[in-house]
C-alpha cells in the first residue's frame, strides 16, 4: 500500500528527477503494468535513477548502467 500512495504523489507533482527503486517488485501485476506505463511518459520530460534486478526493464528504460556484482556493504 506504501508503494501505491507513493506512487499516487509522484504521479502528483511534477519533477525534473526521480529515484526508481525496483519499479518491478511492488504491487500485483496490475499495479506493476500502470506502473510502466507511467514511467513510459515521465521518460519524456523528466530524468531517473533506477535501481532494479530485473535487467530487462533497466534495458528498457535506461541508456546508462552500473552493474553491481557480489558487493558486500
Known sequence: MK???ALGI???FK???YLIDELSSAGDHEFR???KL???KMILN???IMVDRN???LKKFCTKAFIL???NL
Open 3 to 5: 508503494t501505491r500512495i
Open 10 to 12: 509522484s504521479m502528483a
Open 15 to 17: 519533477f525534473d528527477l
Open 33 to 35: 503494468k500502470k506502473s
Open 38 to 40: 507511467y514511467l513510459e
Open 46 to 48: 523528466s530524468n531517473f
Open 55 to 57: 535487467l530487462n526493464n
Open 69 to 71: 556484482n557480489n558487493c
